[in-house]
């Protein structure tokens, strides 16, 4: 049950959840500069991370990130959970108010497909791919400004509905289903128009 989860990592506010993994373009350090412009103003919300810590390209990152928090006061405010299994990460997306994804490049992000499959509100830098992923409870701003990043996170704790949000995910769940025929026939018209190349 998602309540045991949450428990198990001690989790018992509303939170805003970040499930990238720790790398340096993944752009963690504008949630924790947005975090502090909350923090002096005395209300903080609490952001929750998973994902791989370690950056083969960038082995300072990680421990640079937990610098950051610690000197800004954050520890209580950004949570970092390290890797954890994916049916926990699913179980921390629903419980969540919002997904952030902050990066400044991206292939094609999972978090945001994911966001859409769930049918949760996500935060997203405004990188031309994620314009282009366009889910439908997505709110974009600029990766460079904290201060943009804070005032989205403020409006959407303040407009978040419970209920509206179950109604989102009930919607999305069905919506899914037609996306994955959607696909499987793409894929099949792709795989039939190769092997009628090769005749």
């Known amino acids: 049950p998602a309540r045991e989860v949450l428990l198990q990592y001690d989790i018992e506010d509303p939170y805003l959840y970040v499930p990238n993994h720790l790398w340096a373009h993944k752009n963690h350090g504008l949630i924790i500069s947005a975090l502090e412009i909350f923090h002096r103003n005395g209300q903080c919300p609490i952001v929750i991370s998973t994902g791989q810590t370690q950056d083969t390209r960038n082995p300072g990152h990680f421990p640079f990130l937990k610098g950051f928090v610690a000197n800004k006061g954050l520890e209580d405010r950004f949570r970092f959970l390290g890797l954890v299994p994916f049916e926990h990460v699913a179980v921390l997306m629903r419980e969540s108010i919002a997904l952030i994804n902050p990066s400044r490049f991206e292939g094609w992000s999972t978090t945001v497909e994911e966001a859409k499959s769930l049918g949760k509100q996500i935060l997203l830098s405004d990188i031309a ?21 804070a005032e989205l996170m403020l409006q959407t704790l303040d407009s978040y509905d419970a209920q509206m949000d179950k109604v989102n995910m009930t919607e999305a769940a069905i919506c899914l289903q037609e996306r994955m025929k ?18």
């Open 129 to 149: 791919v994620h314009k282009e992923q366009a889910p439908p409870h997505g709110a974009y701003f600029d990766c460079d400004a904290p201060e943009d990043l």
């Open 182 to 199: 959607e696909y499987a026939m793409a894929y099949e018209e792709i795989m039939l128009e190769i092997v009628h190349s090769g005749n």
